[in-house]
């Protein structure tokens, strides 16, 4: 080829080599730079599409949670305790757990020391409130935007390091020679491509928001997972999500301030009649009232929170409204539950004893479902109301949506993947189980930022002679060459409109067949169909971001499927944020038995112990999806003269290969 062009545009090849490149320019990406740099590792920058972009940085919830071990009052907690919670959510690996919860302190008062002002008593105890899957009061959190906020500050702190920043640069592929990373090819808003090489290349890029077309992610999230696994790079419970009630217009999540405060559901059918429609699906108000507080620290859908009519009642109820009945869902803040014009059937004293007192505590007693937001979170009102949204005066119109990827590349303890040399950590990561408890991922997120740098900077750099062999540029070129090579041989005369509405067409697919309801039988058509537009040719006209786009999306989205038909044929049940029905529409029969003394729904027992592995054979063109058993928590030694004896001796640092 060439040396000088790629698909006919200007390809340069960046004279430095760095011994880190990071992509991604969210609260992960920044803090794997920072501890890089106080490591000693100064030549490294990092690599992003769009600065300003990504989830961390533009999204939250009412009180975006922080998941730590608890530091305040009388509460008994370990890292040991924290790895136990964050491991019963099934198919989590232990010693990841362990890592998460041993140095969740150690990130969690980094970010206090740079300025992430979580609260504390006039004592200094950073005291905590209980999250969803969690035992004790672990949360801590400073409003609805904790992850911009820890983002904004780590930046700041990455600008102070001198640490460079390329933007306006994508990544399109990861450089794989021998099994292990060596750069990246970039395409530059100029629409030239260029390559960096790196001894290390770390994707903090975020979750694949870009599988599917409505979800509560921001607009500006996309992810780049679909590039690792391009790479055939193994992936961990793919299959695993969270899906939750979020809004429409402005995409944000509904949990916590904004279901305690016990807002009205409101259905709308296509002649503007109004139903409040949740009566219809408890058997009376006083059950749908708990359900309804109860889901703001139950936000995501639990199909055994289904049961006795729990609160993912809610969930299954807004699906069967929008479509099943056609209609359009909303909240309302201004009328209490169970509303009517003779006279309002709510009564503050009608909600349980645990409801009650959680308002009364917070001096958040009020009238209407307004009233109390204001008393509770009045920053959760405003928030709203900042995007041109007045929950004072007007309905919020609402979905069941995707929220985030449990899933992701498969890590070892120092979260580096399968291919030696690149590193996954933040959501891209495939670090979470079937539960985790709320805030989870920020910690996950910054403390797999630390163990990825101390890896790198104590044993990758020292132990790493790729590019001491002069004839690296040479295999580099080599890798574009037959990378050329395939985009060319797909391409047909269609033009960039089309490979956005494939985009689109596949984005939808995902939306309404393997969401948080799935049947085999849709899943299997909508995975045949998916193969279909693997052997179709497009062309990327004059914008080849959108065909490396659309060619991530369709690999995951048919990785993405081939997991859940192995999971389901192997017997898997429903389980996680996930119902598993042998038809879509057996959801009706299911929630008109919800208010029945129900055993709980057959989950999977066997597989709580496996993980899924998914890998994308790039040779053979072939997914392959097999179990393995999960890593148990391991017996750590704790006598300090033989850690601090291994730690000084490099021992700790010993490599841990993914098989």
Not at 20 to 45: D, E, P
Not at 96 to 110: K, Q, R, T
Not at 239 to 255: A, K, M, P
Not at 408 to 430: D, K, M, P, Q, R
Request: glycine share 8%.
């Amino acid at each position: 080829m060439n040396k000088n062009t790629f698909l006919g545009k200007a390809l340069c090849i960046h004279d430095i080599i760095y011994d880190a490149i990071i992509i991604g320019s969210g609260a992960a990406a920044y803090n794997m730079a920072i501890h890089l740099n106080n490591k000693g590792v100064s030549n490294i920058t990092i690599i992003t599409e769009n600065r300003l972009a990504g989830t961390s940085r533009n999204t939250g919830s009412d009180k975006q949670t922080y998941y730590k071990v608890a530091c305040a009052g009388d509460q008994k907690d370990s890292p040991r305790d924290m790895a136990e919670t964050l491991f019963s959510g099934g198919s989590m690996d232990g010693d990841i757990a362990l890592c998460e919860a041993g140095h969740s302190l150690e990130e969690f008062f980094h970010l206090v020391s740079l300025g992430v002002d979580f609260p504390h008593n006039r004592y200094g105890e950073f005291v905590g409130y209980k999250t969803d899957h969690d035992p004790l009061q672990r949360a801590s959190s400073i409003g609805p935007y904790t992850s911009q906020k820890m983002t904004e500050i780590l930046e700041k702190e990455t600008i102070a390091k001198n640490i460079p920043i390329i933007d306006s640069t994508r990544v399109v592929k990861v450089l794989v020679s021998d099994g292990r990373s060596a750069g990246v090819l970039c395409l530059e808003a100029s629409g030239n491509f260029k390559v960096f090489l790196s001894k290390n290349c770390i994707f903090a890029s975020g979750g694949p928001a870009g599988l599917y077309k409505n979800s509560i992610y921001p607009e500006s999230q996309f992810g780049a997972s679909g590039i690792l696994a391009t790479e055939g790079v193994i992936f961990s419970n793919i299959t695993e999500w969270q899906y939750g009630i979020g809004s429409v217009d402005f995409r944000w999540n509904l949990s916590g301030s904004y279901q305690q405060v016990i807002p009205r559901y409101v259905s709308i059918d296509k002649n503007g009649v109004e139903y409040d429609f949740l009566v219809s699906y408890f058997s009376n108000i006083e059950y749908m009232v708990k359900a309804i507080f109860n889901k703001g620290y139950e936000w995501p859908f639990d199909p055994n929170k289904i049961i006795n009519q729990g609160s993912s009642v809610i969930d299954i109820a807004i699906y069967i409204e929008k479509y099943i009945l056609n209609r359009k869902v909303f909240l309302d803040f201004t009328k209490n539950p169970g509303y009517k014009e003779s006279g309002d059937a709510f009564d503050i004293q009608m909600i349980d004893a645990t409801a009650y007192n959680y308002l009364y505590r917070s001096r958040a007693i009020g009238f209407s479902p307004i009233d109390r937001l204001k008393k509770l979170n009045l920053a959760a009102y405003e928030l709203y109301k900042s995007n041109n949204i007045d929950l004072e005066k007007e309905y919020l119109e609402i979905d069941m949506l995707p929220q985030h990827h449990n899933g992701g590349a498969e890590i070892n303890i120092w979260w580096e993947t399968s291919v030696h040399h690149l590193f996954a950590i933040g959501e891209c990561a495939g670090s979470h189980g079937v539960h985790r408890p709320g805030g989870s991922a920020l910690n996950s997120g910054q403390v797999g930022g630390l163990r990825a740098a101390s890896y790198i900077a104590a044993y990758a750099l020292k132990n790493d002679i790729f590019f001491d062999d002069t004839g690296y540029i040479d295999q580099i070129l080599k890798i574009i060459e037959k990378f050329e090579k395939k985009i060319c041989n797909s391409f047909a005369n269609l033009s960039e409109n089309d490979v956005s509405s494939h985009l689109v067409h596949i984005q939808k697919i995902n939306n309404r067949h393997i969401a948080f309801l799935r049947s085999k039988n849709l899943i299997l058509e909508a995975y045949e169909e998916l193969n279909k537009l693997s052997e179709k040719k497009l062309n990327f006209g004059e914008n080849p971001g959108a065909y490396f786009r659309y060619q991530e999306i369709l690999l995951l989205s048919r990785m993405f499927c081939h997991a859940i038909l192995y999971y389901i044929n192997k017997g898997g049940k429903s389980r996680g944020s996930y119902l598993i029905l042998d038809n879509i529409n057996d959801i009706t029969t299911i929630i008109q038995k919800s208010d029945q003394n129900q055993e709980k729904i057959e989950e999977e027992k066997l597989y709580k112990n496996n993980i899924i592995n998914t890998k994308y054979d790039p040779v053979k063109n072939e997914i392959v999806s097999y179990m393995r058993p999960v890593r148990t928590i391991p017996s750590s030694d704790i006598w300090f003269e033989n850690v601090w004896h291994e730690y000084n001796n490099g021992a700790i640092w010993k490599n841990q290969t993914i098989s």
